[in-house]
């Protein structure tokens, strides 16, 4: 029996950069990825490749909608849909083999098969093939990610009511798209069809999209998403959903229980995520799941109850993201060594890729005055900003939350263009628990999408933003 210091179950975020840094700091690791390829739902079904439909479908939005104002005269644009699925295709393949090469050059030893415990100290792998083996380690990472919530009265037949997976390999685009819950999928993947022609109906049981982030976030982007055509069924609860043919009836009640038909040719379910431990054999380790199906583990090690056996990512408590799982990877092996690492779950940015782009870092206003928080509040329009203006990018807000005493930053809140990537600084900035002003102070380029954030943060501290 091939025996390991440390053994990977699921090669997603978590696992792979588990598997990496444990062999960073000398144990000998194996990975086991029921697959055959690695990078698991991010990498796969995931992260990547819904960027790659939202790049492809924002060029031929832009083409449609603003070459001709930036003096760009062509011929009208077609979507080729089987080229864009190809291509996002190739970006994933691209960056499989990437993971491959990672496995290999840490020397970390690939299984591809099925991951069950034997014992609490051993795994059995089973392949495609039938065949199995059984490994054994002195330490046991479970990073068995997740998997789409499905509603026990629709039945996604992956045809015609889909999930996210089906959804970003379609063979047409939609003429009418419903999509059921507006959180982070639904926006993302709504999106990419609204902007390619499809017509877009959201039914969403909360009050506003994007519900847990902060409530002007919500507002913000479904403004920006009904310019898209797109119409909005919130506060309305999901009944029922039928396929007849190339047909999706799908119905859905008010809170004061009225009702309303929508039909469409495809339906995309998109409620929510559940931790994924099927096939695992947790009990043979001594370990069932929690109700919600989550592994439970300590805080402080992310040890599960029972010694050497650890658990990660989706498949554990927490937001449901790429990066928390990577810097839970990271913190699990660094445990295993010996270390005491840490890691701030209040600063793990929350980002939507829709344009304009949402990102979020720490408390929402919401949190805050459920909290009893004295906070300040600034706030700074793109309609303000020179970058956006040039651009034409001009849709969206930079908030930014200070505690009403001591100038914290306590929450920064942005739509808008390159959102993604301007909320580094301020998780890097409350890392470092700096004030409003001390962000204020400092220099921001010109012309920037950053600036806003400067902007906001005089706002914040003292009411004096200047160019608004
Ligand atoms: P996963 O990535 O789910 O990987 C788990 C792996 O374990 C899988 O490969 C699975 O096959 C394997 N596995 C499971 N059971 C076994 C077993 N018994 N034996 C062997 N292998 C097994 N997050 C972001 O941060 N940014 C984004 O932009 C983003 N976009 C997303 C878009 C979509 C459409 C979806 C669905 C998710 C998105 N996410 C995004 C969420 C992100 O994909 C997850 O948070 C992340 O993949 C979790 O990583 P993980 O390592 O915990 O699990
Ligand atoms: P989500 O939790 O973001 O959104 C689900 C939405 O469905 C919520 O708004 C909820 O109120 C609504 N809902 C639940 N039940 C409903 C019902 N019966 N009828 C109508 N609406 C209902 O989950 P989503 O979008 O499925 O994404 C899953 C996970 O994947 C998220 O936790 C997210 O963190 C992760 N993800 C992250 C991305 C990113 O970081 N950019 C992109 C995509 C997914």
Not at 238 to 263: F, L, P, R, W
Not at 293 to 310: K, M
């Given at each position: 029996m091939q025996d390991f210091d440390v053994v990977v179950i699921g090669s997603g975020p978590g696992g792979y950069v588990s598997a990496i840094r444990s062999a960073q700091l000398g144990f000998k690791?194996?990975?086991?990825?029921?697959?055959?390829?690695?990078?698991?739902?991010?990498?796969?079904?995931?992260?990547?490749?819904?960027?790659?439909?939202?790049?492809?479908?924002?060029?031929?939005?832009?083409?449609?909608?603003?070459?001709?104002?930036?003096?760009?005269?062509?011929?009208?644009?077609?979507?080729?849909?089987?080229?864009?699925?190809?291509?996002?295709?190739?970006?994933?393949?691209n960056l499989n083999a990437g993971i491959s090469y990672l496995m290999k050059k840490n020397k970390i030893t690939t299984f591809h098969g099925l991951g069950s415990f034997d014992s609490a100290k051993t795994v059995k792998v089973t392949k495609e093939d039938g065949s199995s083996e059984v490994i054994s380690a002195k330490n046991i990472i479970i990073a068995t990610g997740s998997k789409p919530t499905i509603l026990p009265f629709i039945p996604v037949d992956k045809e015609r009511i889909i999930t996210s997976t089906e959804a970003l390999k379609m063979k047409e685009v939609p003429k009418h798209l419903i999509?059921?819950?507006a959180g982070v999928i639904g926006a993302e993947l709504g999106s990419v069809y609204a902007r390619l022609g499809s017509k877009v109906s959201f039914i969403e049981f909360a009050d506003s999209m994007i519900p847990t982030m902060d409530k002007t976030m919500g507002k913000e982007l479904q403004k920006s998403i009904a310019k898209m055509g797109a119409d909005f069924y919130l506060s309305h609860?999901?009944?029922?959903?039928?396929?007849?043919?190339?047909?999706?009836?799908?119905?859905?009640?008010?809170?004061?229980?009225?009702?309303?038909?929508?039909?469409?040719?495809?339906?995309?379910?998109?409620?929510?995520?559940?931790?994924?431990?099927?096939?695992?054999?947790l009990a043979a380790a001594g370990l069932t799941a929690d109700d919600r199906?989550?592994?439970?583990?300590?805080?402080?090690?992310?040890?599960?109850?029972?010694?050497?056996?650890?658990?990660?990512?989706?498949?554990?408590?927490?937001?449901m993201l790429a990066h928390k799982a990577e810097e839970e990877g990271t913190f699990v092996a660094e445990v295993i060594a010996g270390?005491?690492?840490?890691?701030?779950?209040?600063?793990?940015?929350?980002?939507?890729?829709?344009?304009?782009?949402?990102?979020?870092?720490?408390?929402?206003?919401?949190?805050?005055?459920?909290?009893?928080?004295?906070y300040k509040e600034g706030s700074f329009p793109f309609k303000a900003l020179g970058r956006a203006i040039a651009s034409g990018d001009v849709d969206g807000v930079c908030k930014v939350l200070a505690d009403a005493t001591t100038d914290e930053i306590l929450g920064v809140h942005i739509i808008g263009a390159r959102a993604a990537d301007m909320i580094a600084e301020a998780v890097v900035a409350m890392e470092y628990r700096a004030s409003a002003e001390d962000v204020a102070r400092m220099s921001h380029a010109h012309p920037t999408y950053t600036e806003a954030m400067k902007e906001a943060c005089l706002a914040a501290t003292a009411k004096r933003s200047i160019h608004s």
């Open positions: 690791v194996a990975i086991i990825e029921k697959y055959a390829v690695m990078g698991g739902t991010c990498l796969n079904v995931g992260c990547i490749p819904s960027k790659a439909l939202l790049d492809s479908s924002e060029h031929y939005y832009n083409a449609v909608h603003s070459f001709e104002e930036h003096g760009i005269d062509i011929a009208k644009p077609k979507v080729n849909m089987g080229q864009m699925i190809k291509r996002k295709a190739g970006v994933v393949s999509v059921i819950g609860k999901v009944t029922s959903a039928a396929v007849k043919g190339k047909e999706v009836t799908v119905k859905a009640q008010d809170s004061a229980g009225k009702e309303v038909e929508i039909k469409g040719d495809y339906c995309l379910v998109c409620i929510g995520r559940r931790p994924y431990t099927d096939g695992l054999n199906g989550r592994v439970a583990v300590d805080e402080h090690t992310l040890q599960t109850s029972v010694p050497g056996i650890y658990a990660i990512g989706d498949v554990v408590r927490g937001a270390q005491k690492p840490h890691i701030n779950y209040n600063l793990i940015p929350g980002v939507v890729y829709t344009w304009p782009e949402v990102a979020a870092v720490g408390k929402t206003e919401q949190e805050l005055k459920a909290a009893g928080i004295a």
